[in-house]
C-alpha cells in the first residue's frame, strides 16, 4: 500500500472516529446520516450475494457516504452484469489460504485473537481492535463471525478508505462453497412493516421514500397515511417495544428528580389531559436534495420534492404533560437572558438504535431536542401523538407515540418516543449536533466546522411544483396558459403570504392559495397549497418547445426564496430552498376538426 | 383641460379617497406613508418662498409621492435658478384677478362661500368641498385662509393631479406684494427637536434621517443616541403632551372594560413592576431601498444602509403591565386555533397626530398593532422604555414612552405611546393596514390590494456593509484581501447563523461574527456584527479596478437572502434584503521605499 494512500486512508479513519463518537458522546465533529447499504431486500441465494457485493463496490468511493441516488443506482446496475468474483472483500492477495468458518469462530477473543469474515475475506484484526473508533466493546461483538450486519447497521464503514484498512489484516477467504451456503447475515431490518408500493423509495434499509408526485398533486391537504413519506435513521422498533399495552413514556424532569413514568393509557386518560389534534406537515430538512446535486454531489437521499406531508395528528399538548409531572410551566418560557446558558432544552430519545441479532446497542439510540421553551409554549402546539388521520400511529411514523413538533425539521418530531429529559444542554445524538446543519456553499467537509452553527429546527420557506411534472408534456389553455399546482411551506408556523409562478424569472403571476380553515398566519402548520394558470410568452407557445416553470413563496415574515440552488448549495444537501424550476415540453394540439354542414373536415 | 387629462385626475382622485379614508377608518387601501412636502425648514421670506415653489414643482410628479430622493434634490436645485414667479399655484390665467386675502378671509362657510389661497393662487372650492376625500370636517378648517399647511401635513395632496383639480377652482391670485408680505404659513414642525448634523437626512418635515455609515461602522453594539436614526410620520409630540410629570398611559382592556390609567410614577415603581433592560436595534422597514430604487422608483424615503441603529432600552415588561390590570396572562396565548378570529391583538396609539395651529386631528394619530400573544409571551421581551441607553427616552425618539417590540418593524415601536387596546383586530390605521406590507414585484399600484397581505412584523433576515464605503477607494492588505465590516440581522428575535461576503458571487468567505453577550439564538434582539478579509482575485487586484464587494447572511432559521434586489422588489420599497453590493475602487499602492544602508531610495 502506497504511503500516500496509507496517509489519506489515515485521515479517514480520523474523521471516522468523531463519527463513531457522535453515537455515544458529544464529538467536535462528525459526518452523515446513517445511509442504506443496498437495496437488495434480503440476501438469500449465493448469485444475489454477488450482486451485491459487486453492486456495493461499484456504488461506494471515499468520502461520498454510502446513499444510491439514482446515477449511482444505474451505475451499480451496469456493475451486476460484471461481477469481481475474486475481489468480493478488500485486501484480496493471489494465493492466500483458505481458510474456514469454523476456525473464524474459534478465534473470538483477545486471547485467541480476534478473526473475522467480511464478505468471502477473512481477516485477523487483533491488532486493530483496541484502535476501533466505535471502541472496543462494539466490535468485540462481530469477533469470530461476520462484521458484514454491523457495517451494513453503522455505515460509516462504507467508504474505500476504510474498506482499504481492513484489507491490509487480511489472511485467507472462505471457500465459494462455504461462503454460498453460509446462512445470510442477520438482517437488522427483517422486522421493517410492509410499505405501499407506490411510495418512491429512495433506500430500503433504513427505509427512506417519498410520496409520489401524484398524491402531492391531487391530496387536499391530509396526505393518505400509507403515502406519507418516511423517513427512518434505523430499523423500526418491533414487537413487545411498540405494544401499546405496556408501552410507557420515561420522563426525567432533571439530574437531581426521579424519572417519571406514562403509560399510553395515561395520556390518553380525558380525565387526565384534554385531546388535541393539530394538521401539520412533516418535512424532512433533506428534500429537495436532487436539486442541490444538480449543482455538485451532496451526502444524503436524494429526496425529490416529497420528503414532505401533512396529517392530523391526535395526543396531548406536551406542554400538558410537563405540567403535569411538576416542570415548572415558565421554566423555559420566563428565563432571563443570560447568554446561551439560559436556554434549557427537551431531549427526546426514540426507541430506533442499532441492533445485531439479540444485541442492541444502548448508546447508539435515536436522538434530537428542541428548546423548553417551545415544548412549554401554548402557542407552538407541539404534540405527543398517538394517532395519525384518526388510526393509532402505524410503525412507521412512530408507534404508539410520536413527538410532533410542528413547524420544526422532521429529526426533531421523534418516532417511538421512549424518553422525555429537561436538560441544560441540547440532545447529543449525532443528529442534533453533527448532522442536520447548513453550511455555507464555500464550506467543504475538510473544513466543516459541525459545533459553529446551529441545529436545523424552523424550517426556512419553501415551495415545489406538484403538477405538471418535470419532463412532461403540457396542454396550454386555450388562453396559452400552463395549468400549476403544488405546495408552499415555512417553518415556525409562520403562514405563507404569497406564491408566485413564472416562466422566464421576471414576469410573475400571483397564485391563489388554500390552506386548512383554523390556522391563523402566526400558527400556521399545514401547508398551503396553490394552483395558477401561468401564461407561456407568445414566443414559446410551439409544440415540442421546451418551458422553464419556476415557483417561490414568501411566508408571513416576508422571508424569500433565494433565485438559485447554487446560493444554499452545502455539503449536507439541506435546506434546499432555491426556487423550484421544472422543464416541461408544450404537447402539440390535438388537430381540431372544422364543422362543415354536411361533416367534419380536418 | 383636456378631457384624457380630467379623467387622469380623476382616477387619481379616487386612489386619494382611499388614502385619506386610511388616517380615520379601515379603508379597502391606500397609498404611501406622509412623506416630506419640502426641505426648506422655514419659509420666512418671499424669495425662499418663490425658491420653495418652483422646487416643489420641479420634484412633483403624478402619483410619485413627495420625498425627495438625491437624484431630485438636485433637478430640485437646478429649478430653484429660475423660478417661475407667474406659475406658483395651479390654474393660472392670463388677466385673472387680483384678490385681496381680507376677501379671501370673508368666504369661510358653506353659506358665504369658501375660498381659500395656496401658495399665491385663490381657489373658490365651495362646490368642490362635499367631495372632499377627507371628508368635509377637514377640509372647512382651512375656510378663508391658506390651505398650505394642511397640504404640507396632508400629503396626499402633493401629486400633480391633485393641483389640476385644484387649478380648475381658481378665481384669482394675490398681490406680488400681499403675498409676499403674507405671515408664512403655519408650520407644524415649529416644535421638532435640535437633530444631531451628522444625521443623513432623507426628509425635514417629517424629520427622517439615517445613521451615519461612519457610525455604523465605528459603533460598538449600541448606537449613540443622539445618531439614532429617526423615522417621523408626523411632527413630533412636544410640551405638556410628552411631560414626564403629568403622562398617562391609558389601557383599553375590552370594550366593555373600564380603561385603566398609569402614570409614569406607576410603571417606573420598582415595588410594582420588576426593571428590564433589552439591546434591541430597530429597523425601518424601508431600510435599504435606494437598492430598490436602482431597478425602478419605488414610493418611500430613500434610506440607505442606515434606517437601522440599536440601543439598550430600559423599562417594564408589557407583558407584566398588561397582567397588572388585569388582562388574562393566557388570553392571546392559549387560544386553540378557531381560524384568523383566534388570534387576538394589542392595537398601540401615539400621541403624533397632524396639527395645523391649535387644531389637532382627532382621527388621524399613529396607531400599529402587534399579535396579543407576542404582548403576552415573556420570550418575545416586549418594552414599555423609558430610557435608551441609560437616559431618558429624548423626544424623537418616544418620549415619555416607547413600545419597543424587538425582532419586528420599527413601525410598531410605537413613540409617544397614549394608549393600549386589547381588540380583536388589528389596528386599523393607515399604517397597519395599507403601507408596510410587501407585494410581489409584478404588482402595480393599480393592482395593489393591501387587504390581501398581512401587515410586516417579525422582518426576514437582512445585512449590509458598513466599510468600505460605496464608492471609495479601498487599499488591499499585503495579502491582495479588502478589510470589510458591517452589521446583520434577523426578526423574531432568530439570531445570525452565517455572514459571507464575496467579490464575484461565487466564492464566498465566511466573516468573524459578534454580538452582545446575554443573547440566545433565539432570543436575539441587537444585531450582530461581522468583520471579513475578502481576498480579491488575483485579476481584480490592479490599481483603478472597479470591484463589486457584496454580503449575504441567514438566520438561525438558517432564511437566506435572496440573491437580487429584482425578486423582492416591491412598489412600496420594503423588505428590501437582496444581497448588498457595493462598487469600490482599488487605490494605488502608496510608493514604497527601498532601505539601503545610508539612506532610502525609491
Chains 1, 2 share one sequence.
Not at 456493475?79 to 476456525?103: H, M, N, R, S
Not at 472496543?136 to 455505515?155: C, V
Not at 446535486?293 to 406542554?319: D, F, M, P, R
Request: charged residues 25%; glycine residues 8%; aromatic residues 8%.
Amino acid at each position: 500500500m502506497a504511503f500516500s494512500r496509507r496517509l489519506r486512508a489515515l485521515g479517514s479513519l480520523n474523521r471516522l472516529k468523531s463519527s463513531f463518537a457522535a453515537q455515544s458522546a458529544p464529538p467536535p465533529k462528525a459526518l452523515r446520516e446513517l445511509p442504506e447499504p443496498f437495496n437488495a431486500s434480503s440476501i438469500s441465494s449465493p448469485s444475489r450475494r454477488l450482486l451485491f457485493a459487486g453492486g456495493l463496490a461499484g456504488s461506494l468511493a471515499l468520502g461520498s457516504g454510502v446513499v444510491l441516488c439514482k446515477e449511482r443506482k444505474d451505475k451499480a446496475a451496469k456493475k451486476e452484469k460484471e461481477p469481481e468474483v475474486k475481489q468480493l472483500a478488500p485486501g484480496f492477495k493471489e494465493g492466500e489460504k483458505v481458510i474456514a468458518f469454523a476456525d473464524v469462530q474459534k478465534h473470538d477473543s483477545i486471547d485467541k485473537g480476534i478473526w473475522v469474515t467480511y464478505r468471502d475475506g477473512v481477516y485477523d484484526i487483533t491488532k486493530f481492535v483496541q484502535n476501533h473508533p466505535g471502541g472496543l466493546e462494539r466490535i468485540l461483538k462481530a469477533a469470530g463471525g461476520q462484521i458484514d450486519p454491523f457495517w451494513a447497521m453503522y455505515a460509516q464503514h462504507n467508504v474505500a478508505s476504510v474498506k482499504d484498512i481492513l484489507g491490509e489484516y487480511r489472511i485467507g477467504h472462505l471457500s465459494a462453497d462455504e461462503y454460498a451456503n453460509l446462512p445470510p447475515p442477520f438482517d437488522p431490518y427483517q422486522t421493517d412493516p410492509k410499505r405501499d408500493p407506490e411510495l418512491v423509495v429512495q433506500a430500503a434499509k433504513p427505509f427512506n421514500a417519498e410520496t409520489p408526485l401524484r398524491v402531492l398533486a391531487e391530496q387536499e391537504y391530509l396526505t393518505p397515511t400509507d403515502k406519507f413519506f418516511v423517513r427512518n435513521h434505523l430499523p423500526v422498533p418491533s414487537g413487545s417495544l411498540i405494544d401499546p399495552s405496556t408501552y410507557a413514556l420515561e420522563i426525567v424532569k432533571g439530574e437531581e428528580e426521579d424519572p417519571v413514568k406514562l403509560t399510553l393509557k395515561d395520556l390518553q386518560d380525558e380525565t387526565r389531559f384534554k385531546r388535541k389534534k393539530i394538521c401539520a406537515i412533516i418535512q424532512c430538512s433533506g428534500n429537495r436534495r436532487e436539486d442541490q446535486n444538480s449543482v455538485a454531489q451532496v451526502e444524503g437521499l436524494t429526496w425529490y420534492t416529497g420528503a414532505i406531508s401533512c396529517a392530523e395528528w391526535e395526543g396531548v399538548a406536551l406542554k400538558d404533560v410537563l405540567d403535569s409531572v411538576g416542570v415548572p410551566s415558565t421554566l423555559g418560557m420566563e428565563s432571563e437572558l443570560e447568554g446561551e446558558d439560559d436556554q434549557l432544552h427537551l431531549q427526546m430519545e426514540g426507541m430506533d438504535r442499532p441492533k445485531v441479532g439479540e444485541w442492541r446497542d444502548t448508546k447508539g439510540f435515536y436522538g434530537a431536542s428542541i428548546p423548553l421553551a417551545w415544548a412549554q409554549d401554548p402557542r407552538r402546539d407541539v404534540l405527543l401523538a398517538f394517532k395519525m388521520n384518526g388510526e393509532p400511529i402505524p410503525a412507521d411514523h412512530g408507534a404508539p407515540l410520536r413527538c410532533v413538533v410542528p413547524g420544526v425539521a422532521g429529526a426533531r418530531s421523534v418516532k417511538w418516543l421512549s424518553k422525555l429529559i429537561v436538560a441544560e444542554e441540547e440532545s447529543q445524538s449525532h443528529w442534533q449536533q453533527n448532522d442536520y446543519k447548513a453550511f455555507c456553499s464555500s464550506i467543504t467537509w475538510d473544513t466543516a466546522d459541525f459545533s459553529s452553527l446551529p441545529a436545523i429546527q424552523d424550517m426556512p420557506v419553501n415551495s415545489a411544483i406538484s403538477w405538471p411534472p418535470a419532463k412532461s408534456l403540457v396542454e396550454l389553455t386555450s388562453d396559452g396558459c400552463v395549468e400549476m399546482k403544488g405546495w408552499a411551506w415555512s417553518g415556525g408556523g409562520r403562514g405563507i403570504s404569497r406564491v408566485e409562478v413564472s416562466a422566464d424569472g421576471h414576469n410573475w403571476t400571483g397564485a391563489e392559495l388554500s390552506r386548512p380553515p383554523g390556522q391563523s398566519l402566526t400558527r400556521t402548520w399545514a401547508w398551503t397549497q396553490w394552483q395558477a394558470n401561468l401564461p407561456i410568452p407568445e414566443e414559446l407557445r410551439k409544440p415540442g418547445k421546451g418551458v422553464k416553470l419556476m415557483v417561490k413563496a414568501a411566508d408571513a415574515q416576508y422571508n424569500v426564496q433565494p433565485e438559485s440552488i447554487e446560493s444554499v448549495w452545502n455539503i449536507r444537501g439541506v435546506l434546499c430552498n432555491g426556487w423550484h424550476r421544472i422543464l416541461v415540453t408544450i404537447k402539440p394540439k390535438a388537430v381540431s376538426r372544422t364543422r362543415f354542414e354536411h361533416g367534419y373536415a380536418n
